[in-house]
């Protein structure tokens, strides 16, 4: 196998390809024929609806889960992830919506939680500096490494979050409702975040529920629905297009708004005419 550590792929260049990826629970089908590749420098959002299949998907990205059928391509080559260790050696790295941080802990101790650098005399001074290098190169705005989680806002946990995701450079990072209850100023903080992980050359796939995130940051915009593809859209997609792929249905609220308002527009322009 080509040596596909510590090295972001040229810009545009395919990281990860899946073809036909199926995961069934028993009976229960949670995924059916997903296609999805994701390029260096690339965000793509991935979107549906509860129960979709998102959180599968990542889960099964991330090595938690292995499919039932398919093919996971990454930098040009057939892999199996057998646990989140394999993901995480290929260059796969996750941020799940927990941020599974420990909030007695400071941020050193955090970023390098189970990857210390000489556990048995734990080199503070290289891990405070790495520690540092990883939150400048993301303009983060943590006060200080030696205080502890607990006293972080939650937009400066999940950068955290996200430092500790590059510690082994990945080529491609997962990210789990990333702004989920964040309020705005800690939203475009994030937002912001991930524009520099992108920049970094990283490939991103991004879960999100929230519209206006999506168009934000993202190049492409992968809906899923009960398990399967569903459309691919750009940024510029209307809500109308969005929502009609997300539930399956074209006559829903927001296509019923739209569609009034084109009335009224229609009107308007007609009575000045």
């Known amino acids: 196998m080509t040596d596909m550590s510590n090295h972001p792929r040229p810009a545009g260049e395919l990281v990860l390809s899946l073809r036909g990826i199926s995961k069934s629970f028993g009976?229960?089908?949670?995924?059916?024929?997903i296609d999805l590749d994701v390029h260096a420098g690339e965000v793509v959002a991935l979107v549906g609806d509860n129960g979709a299949g998102k959180s599968t998907l990542v889960k099964t990205l991330a090595g938690v889960h292995q499919p039932t059928s398919g093919t996971i391509t990454f930098c040009g080559e057939t892999v199996t992830m057998t646990d989140p260790s394999a993901a995480l050696n290929l260059g796969i790295a996750t941020v799940f919506q927990d941020l599974a941080l420990c909030e007695n802990l400071d941020v050193v101790a955090n970023i390098f939680l189970g990857r210390e650098l000489k556990p048995l005399?734990?080199?503070?001074?290289?891990?405070?500096?790495?520690?540092?290098?990883?939150?400048?190169?993301?303009?983060?705005?943590?006060?200080?490494?030696?205080?502890?989680?607990?006293?972080?806002?939650?937009?400066?946990?999940?950068?955290?979050?996200?430092?500790?995701?590059?510690?082994?450079?990945?080529?491609?990072?997962?990210?789990?409702?990333?702004?989920?209850?964040?309020?705005?100023a800690q939203t475009a903080e994030v937002l912001n975040l991930i524009e520099r992980v992108r920049d970094r050359g990283l490939g991103v796939i991004m879960i999100s529920h929230n519209m206006e995130d999506v168009r934000?940051?993202?190049?492409?915009?992968?809906?899923?629905?009960?398990g399967r593809n569903n459309g691919v859209f750009t940024p510029d997609a209307s809500n109308q297009e969005l929502v009609g792929a997300i539930t399956g249905a074209a006559d829903n609220s927001v296509s019923r708004r739209a569609g009034r308002r084109q009335t009224q527009h229609d009107i308007t322009e007609g009575g000045q005419a």
């Open 27 to 33: 009976a229960v089908s949670a995924l059916t024929d």
């Open 216 to 226: 934000a940051v993202a190049d492409r915009i992968v809906v899923l629905r009960l």
């Open 121 to 184: 005399q734990l080199d503070e001074t290289a891990m405070e500096v790495r520690s540092w290098k990883l939150l400048n190169e993301l303009s983060a705005r943590i006060p200080s490494v030696r205080i502890p989680i607990a006293s972080l806002s939650g937009g400066q946990r999940q950068t955290v979050a996200i430092a500790r995701s590059l510690l082994l450079e990945p080529k491609l990072i997962l990210l789990d409702e990333p702004t989920a209850a964040l309020g705005v």
